[in-house]
């Protein structure tokens, strides 16, 4: 069952966690956007095709895992397409108003989005601790495996530095809501969840490391 919650959380797109941790490392945060939102929008006939194949793989019954196309648009549009357009449109009509006001938003935002995390793992601390005991180990691996071979493809097609980190955090980085959501009330299977719990911890605390080494090392990643 371990084994279905990693393949579970592996289908799943990023989300805009990436975005915001390709922004601080100083990444290519357009490519992060639009990879985040082609991807969300492909999710809903990737994700049933991997799970498909994948569960035969694992030696397991094989069953369409039909994802609901409105949940996925809805979150694409409230997280991702609003916050940017309304963004576009004030630094297109107000670009003076913009200049100022980016370096004070988006230090307030970012601390807003590490202070919401940081109060769920207190709150939730009993149960992200099971859930290392159970799939630490393997998502640990996972998240590795992720980011290292989005960073060899990348070096492979002569990507910049910019577009690399944007690639590394954009694959790295999942949605583990979506696959929460999947596993609640799609699959409705509780022992799938394990797996996300983890790695949703896993990928701010290794990218939150990340990021002074990309503004460090000018030949990393």
Not at 16 to 25: D, I, K, P, Q, W
Not at 58 to 86: C, N, R, S
Not at 161 to 182: D, L, T, Y
Request: proline share 7%; charged share 10%; glycine share 6%.
């Amino acid at each position: 069952m371990a084994a279905f919650g990693l393949l579970l959380l592996a289908v799943c797109p990023g989300g805009v966690t990436s975005n915001l941790f390709t922004r601080l490392a100083g990444g290519f945060t357009a490519l992060s956007v639009s990879l985040t939102a082609v991807n969300s929008m492909l999710a809903v006939v990737s994700i049933p095709a991997v799970l498909f194949v994948g569960q035969g793989l694992l030696g397991t019954q094989a069953q369409i895992v039909a994802i609901p196309f409105d949940y996925l648009a809805k979150q694409l549009l409230v997280i991702t397409f609003v916050p940017v357009v309304l963004g576009l449109l004030v630094r297109h009509f107000a670009p003076r108003a913009a200049a100022r006001l980016e370096p004070l938003l988006f230090p307030l935002t970012s601390s807003l989005f590490f202070l919401l995390i940081f109060s769920v793992w207190y709150t939730e601390f009993e149960t992200y601790r099971k859930a290392f005991i159970e799939a630490g180990a393997p998502t640990l691996a996972l998240f590795a495996a992720a980011c290292t071979c989005s960073l060899f493809i990348a070096r492979r097609f002569g990507l910049e530095k910019r577009e690399r980190i944007a690639m590394v955090f954009e694959v790295g980085i999942q949605n583990p809501p979506v696959a929460f959501f999947i596993a609640v009330n799609i699959l409705q299977d509780m022992a799938l969840m394990p797996p996300s719990a983890v790695y949703s911890v896993v990928m701010v605390v290794v990218s939150m490391m990340l990021v002074p080494m990309t503004r460090r090392f000018p030949a990393f990643p």
